[in-house]
């Protein structure tokens, strides 16, 4: 959350250099502005990167809890071999 908070008082400040540029044909303000929407475009970027991260380490997990309860609905009973296996392709 914190880099989601950051994000938004990037956004917050970047507003008062958009007035000037816009309502008052500010050039420097226009730079400045530049400037921050390009900061803004990498910390979005490396927010993106880190749900795709989380996303992927928590799916890992769910996968490995669901094989064994496929094992068990398909077996009736999780044989042995197939935990071995299981333990062999998540470690």
Known sequence: MYLVNKLKEMVTAAEADAAQFYQFNDLEAGARLHEKMQNIKVLAQAIRSE??????????IWYEG???K???LVFGRAPSIILEIAFTIFV
């Open 51 to 60: 749900v795709l991260t989380q996303r992927r380490i928590k799916e890992e």
């Open 66 to 68: 669901s094989f064994s």
């Open 70 to 72: 496929r094992a068990l």
